[in-house]
């Protein structure tokens, strides 16, 4: 397996499950798909259950309790189990086009990441929308959009068929490339080399201080928005606060200051309490839950995990 599609989700099965049919749609087939669920109920297990009984492709759900908006520590619990040498990220908000992992595939380089984007979508749209809409494509059709209200302006570019005019849009717009989790990739090994997610970071911004790491270690940024396309489906925050912002703000100053490379709080960090940390995978069969098969981890992390050898991440820095 080389390509692992790694999706965060948190207690909105209606719109997990229009996601879910996105990626059910992908020309391009070869990866696995892990839920990263920050402490969804039985409403969100039974839609997953349900669809991976039904997938052709791997669909493996990482959970653990609802303690509070720990996002980064369920990505990271993500990035550990993941089998793929290259990691694309994205929300369970956000339905991907056809082409969506097939463009992260075929744009992937050596020693950078890519950085896409999103059509914001309204409530009443984001409604509307059928599993029938998302396995025709017109979920993703500017005139179809129109058609049921969404003002889309200049984002109508945004949509623009796969082609020369999407590579040449995305040479010539001046919106700056930055690692956003709703739409990004890159190899499994620099995710490694900078520890993943600062594990003690809550809404806003934590994505940003992981691409921060990633570009002092010298990952170059490469754009994609108009190329991998996904359409962002509405919705409140209640977890974003002021506080949060604030406290984040202060640590991606110090790392911007001090060119920091490794999160403090991470993927070492957790490995390291793995089978402690109340992360559960769930899958056909495990009704239960077990602890998550884990991948490999780099030499000196581990020699034993579950009786397997665990050296290298693989994947190209």
């Given at each position: 397996?080389?390509?692992?599609?790694?999706?965060?989700?948190?207690?909105?099965?209606?719109?997990?499950?229009?996601?879910?049919?996105?990626?059910?749609?992908?020309?391009?087939?070869?990866?696995?798909?892990?839920?990263?669920?920050?402490?969804?109920?039985?409403?969100?297990?039974?839609?997953?259950?349900?669809?991976?009984?039904?997938?052709?492709?791997?669909?493996?759900?990482?959970?653990?309790?609802?303690?509070?908006?720990?996002?980064?520590?369920?990505?990271?619990?993500?990035?550990?189990?993941?089998?793929?040498?290259?990691?694309?990220?994205?929300?369970?908000?956000?339905?991907?086009?056809?082409?969506?992992?097939?463009?992260?595939?075929?744009?992937?380089?050596?020693?950078?990441?890519?950085?896409?984007?999103?059509?914001?979508?309204?409530?009443?749209?984001?409604?509307?929308?059928?599993?029938?809409?998302?396995?025709?494509?017109?979920?993703?059709?500017?005139?179809?959009?129109?058609?049921?209200?969404?003002?889309?302006?200049?984002?109508?570019?945004?949509?623009?068929?796969?082609?020369?005019?999407?590579?040449?849009?995305?040479?010539?717009?001046?919106?700056?490339?930055?690692?956003?989790?709703?739409?990004?990739?890159?190899?499994?090994?620099?995710?490694?080399?900078?520890?993943?997610?600062?594990?003690?970071?809550?809404?806003?911004?934590?994505?940003?201080?992981?691409?921060?790491?990633?570009?002092?270690?010298?990952?170059?940024?490469?754009?994609?928005?108009?190329?991998?396309?996904?359409?962002?489906?509405?919705?409140?925050?209640?977890?974003?606060?002021?506080?949060?912002?604030?406290?984040?703000?202060?640590?991606?100053?110090?790392?911007?200051?001090?060119?920091?490379?490794?999160?403090?709080?991470?993927?070492?960090?957790?490995?390291?309490?793995?089978?402690?940390?109340?992360?559960?995978?769930?899958?056909?069969?495990?009704?239960?839950?077990?602890?998550?098969?884990?991948?490999?981890?780099?030499?000196?992390?581990?020699?034993?995990v579950g009786g397997s050898d665990m050296?290298?991440?693989?994947?190209?820095?």
């Amino acid at each position: 397996m080389d390509v692992s599609v790694i999706v965060s989700t948190y207690n909105q099965p209606a719109w997990l499950e229009k996601v879910l049919s996105g990626y059910a749609r992908q020309d391009f087939r070869d990866f696995e798909l892990i839920l990263a669920d920050d402490g969804s109920g039985r409403e969100t297990h039974e839609l997953i259950a349900d669809f991976a009984r039904r997938s052709d492709f791997p669909l493996r759900h990482l959970w653990h309790e609802d303690e509070g908006y720990r996002r980064s520590v369920i990505l990271n619990a993500a990035i550990l189990a993941s089998r793929g040498d290259y990691l694309v990220f994205s929300d369970g908000d956000c339905i991907p086009r056809g082409d969506f992992v097939r463009r992260h595939v075929e744009l992937r380089e050596p020693g950078h990441f890519l950085s896409g984007g999103s059509v914001y979508l309204s409530m009443e749209v984001s409604r509307t929308i059928t599993a029938e809409d998302i396995a025709r494509g017109s979920f993703a059709d500017p005139t179809w959009l129109r058609a049921r209200g969404q003002r889309l302006g200049r984002h109508t570019l945004r949509l623009v068929k796969p082609g020369l005019g999407a590579t040449l849009l995305d040479h010539l717009t001046t919106t700056s490339p930055t690692w956003n989790l709703n739409n990004a990739s890159t190899w499994r090994k620099p995710l490694f080399d900078v520890n993943g997610m600062e594990m003690e970071m809550q809404y806003g911004g934590a994505d940003r201080a992981l691409g921060a790491r990633l570009e002092n270690l010298g990952v170059k940024r490469k754009r994609v928005r108009f190329r991998a396309v996904l359409l962002h489906l509405d919705h409140s925050r209640p977890y974003k606060t002021r506080e949060s912002i604030q406290r984040n703000k202060g640590i991606r100053r110090r790392i911007d200051a001090n060119r920091e490379i490794r999160a403090r709080n991470g993927l070492r960090e957790l490995f390291r309490q793995r089978n402690q940390s109340g992360v559960r995978e769930y899958g056909p069969g495990f009704q239960d839950g077990h602890l998550p098969d884990w991948g490999p981890v780099p030499d000196g992390w581990s020699t034993n995990v579950g009786g397997s050898d665990m050296k290298g991440v693989g994947g190209v820095g």
